[in-house]
């Protein structure tokens, strides 16, 4: 038994591992990897260097002209999906302390989420692809044949990105980082449109006294669960 062309939808709060997660499985079981909440770091990265989110404000009115043209896609870079804005890769930019301070408020506009939307479903036109996010099995594909709500301890996930951004030689405070997700849960699962929820359909996925390896035992059981066993379910990781 195979697993056929279906599209995994995990969802979650910020810094439970979504994207580290959704990459490694789809490395394993030969998926297409989209992140879509790059693209909403796309916008507020494009927005910033327009001037049209600056000192603590986001000017709408700016904002949408600046995002409607914008060459916001995906390429695979020596085997991981990097995001370009035209042919500049933005990858790391994008995960920068300054657009994670705007990037929720940017989201919740919903002029952006169905522009995001519908690149979204672009992309995965080929299929057998695994997206994260926030509202992947809720709104952007609710008919998803697999969906993931992954969650995990708040300090865990606070000190998780810490490391994350030190290591990128950022300069915070775990104290900042912890507010910061906090705030960010908050917003993502209060805004009027698509807010983060849990499908009712989801497997829940709480990572915080897992490793990576235990994570996709766990994705393989689930796989082997709903489509029989696999032809090959040795693993690389
Ligand atoms: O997963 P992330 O931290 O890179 O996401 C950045 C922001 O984008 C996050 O604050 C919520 C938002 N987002 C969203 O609203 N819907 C998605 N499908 C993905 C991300």
Not at 47 to 58: F, H, K, M, P, Y
């Amino acid at each position: 038994m195979t697993i056929p062309d279906i599209i995994i939808a995990v969802d979650g709060f910020s810094s439970t591992g979504k994207s580290t997660f959704a990459k490694l499985v789809a490395s394993e079981f030969s998926f297409l990897y989209l992140d879509s909440g790059a693209m909403y770091r796309g916008v507020t990265l494009a927005g910033l260097e327009a001037g049209a989110i600056a000192g603590g404000s986001i000017d709408e009115d700016a904002l949408l002209p600046v995002m409607a043209p914008l060459d916001l896609h995906f390429r695979n870079v020596e085997g991981a999906t990097k995001l370009f804005l035209g042919e500049r890769c933005i990858e790391s930019e994008i995960r920068g302390w300054e657009v994670s301070q705007y990037v929720s408020p940017v989201s919740a506009i919903p002029q952006v989420r169905a522009w995001v939307d519908e690149k979204l479903h672009k992309f995965s036109e080929g299929g057998r692809v695994i997206m994260d996010g926030r509202d992947i099995g809720t709104t952007v594909f609710p008919n998803a044949e697999l969906k993931i709500f992954m969650t995990a301890d708040e300090a865990v996930r606070a000190q998780r990105r810490y490391d994350e951004l030190v290591l990128k030689g950022e300069k915070t405070t775990l104290e900042e980082v912890a507010a910061n997700l906090k705030d960010r849960d908050y917003r993502d699962s209060h805004r009027e449109t698509s807010p983060l929820r849990q499908a009712a359909d989801a497997y829940v996925l709480d990572n915080t006294h897992m490793t990576l390896h235990e994570e996709v035992v766990w994705m393989l059981g689930l796989l082997q669960g709903k489509f029989g066993l696999l032809e090959s379910p040795g693993l690389k990781c």
